[in-house]
């Protein structure tokens, strides 16, 4: 049974920085794709960051470039999803998703979801 754990969620002033953790298990790692997507309350789940565990390639978002980065930790099945500069407009639900091989943008595309974690940014 796969299963994704999001943690490191809270909230943040403008300008800071926070880490976003997502413990994986039940899939083969080098099989599967790693995607962070966000969602605000009646909009789409929109992609943040993608990265594929066997080659290390990475997408992100033009509003994550810069500022976010995707990162894993073979040794602990975990990926992270470093955010800095954040602003308000950051502020959403953040989800950990998973798909096999590549990295997609579609979240149609991902068959894993965790539960989500909050992040809030204030001014």
């Known amino acids: 049974q796969v299963q994704l754990v999001e943690s490191g969620g809270g909230g943040g002033k403008g300008g800071g920085s926070l880490r976003l953790s997502c413990a994986a298990s039940g899939l083969t790692f080098r099989s599967y794709a790693m995607g962070w997507f966000r969602q605000l309350p009646g909009k789409e789940r929109e992609f943040v960051a993608a990265?594929?565990?066997?080659?290390?390639?990475?997408d992100y978002a033009d509003s994550a470039k810069g500022r976010f980065t995707i990162s894993s930790d073979n040794a602990k099945n975990t990926v992270y999803l470093q955010m800095n500069s954040l602003t308000p407009v950051d502020t959403a639900v953040y989800y950990c998703?998973?798909?096999?091989?590549?990295?997609?943008?579609?979240?149609?595309?991902?068959?894993?979801w965790g539960q989500g974690t909050q992040v809030t940014v204030s001014s």
């Open positions: 990265l594929s565990w066997s080659g290390g390639h990475t």
């Open positions: 998703a998973a798909r096999l091989m590549v990295v997609a943008r579609a979240s149609t595309e991902y068959a894993y």
